[in-house]
DNA sequence: CGGGATCCTAAGCGATACTG
DNA sequence: CAGTATCGCTTAGGATCCCG
């Protein structure tokens, strides 16, 4: 595969007030978007993500669902039943952000390998 | 537009090494899409990066462009003039990128408003 | 069960000064 | 011009304890 200058839309701000950085300060975080693809394959409780996500504190997915709800990409549904449960669901706008977002994944996994390549060839000439 | 589950590939790995959380480890940082997006349009010397940027301090750009490279997405080429050149290109691999970080961008210009109306509605929900 | 409140550390990043 | 080196702040985020 080959990208030419042309292939690529010049529609990338840059300087002021560039829109994909907005959507990275927002999901670029460390669990945003894991939130998202679990959220995209069905609604979760708290604890299911607690305990799917592995590795993420209480706090983080506290937080991280929060801002997540405050801007519109997830829902919050509390049942006011004992013990508790709180349901979260993608919204509308939550799941068409899995397109773009399935677009970083495919190109993740094909160039993973080069990644890890050009940086192992790399730290062997640095240290050499 | 609606995007259902359907529409969506479950191809996306989460729990164990999620290669969509490689991806933005490597370029969610404050930097990294800026400067990849500039490279896009066309080879930059370090100094029009510099000033193109507006708001990066030239430690940052050293470190972000040295991590670029180091990933094979960026290729530094130093003249050996004086005063020095330092050119700053993006590889096949870099230029590959740009794709997937265009369907991000057009995401955020789609629905930046819907965003900021959501964040918005829920300040005011919370405050009140 | 689903959080909140608090404390603490590590990382990210900016500012400034110096160099080949 | 294109960096490097050092410092210090600010933030993200983990750990822990508490509560309805």
Redesign the pocket.
């Known amino acids: 595969m080959s990208v030419t200058h042309t292939d690529v839309p010049m529609t990338l701000k840059v300087t002021d007030d560039c829109p994909v950085r907005d959507v990275l300060d927002r999901v670029g ?3 945003s978007v894991l939130i998202v693809v679990l959220l995209g394959r069905r609604t979760h ?4 993500l ?1 305990r799917a996500i592995e ?6 997915l ?1 937080l ?3 801002a997540l709800v405050r801007d519109g990409l997830v829902t ?1 549904t ?1 049942h006011a039943t004992v ?4 349901d ?1 669901e993608l919204t509308e706008m939550g799941r068409t952000l899995l397109v773009p977002l399935s677009a970083l994944d495919e190109w993740a996994n094909a160039h993973r390998d080069d990644i890890r390549a050009a940086r192992e060839r790399h730290d062997r000439g640095t240290t050499a």
Chains 1, 2 share one sequence.
């Open positions: 975080d460390k669990w409780r708290f604890g299911e607690h590795g993420i504190s209480q706090r983080m506290t991280t669902l929060r919050r509390a013990p508790p449960r709180v979260y």
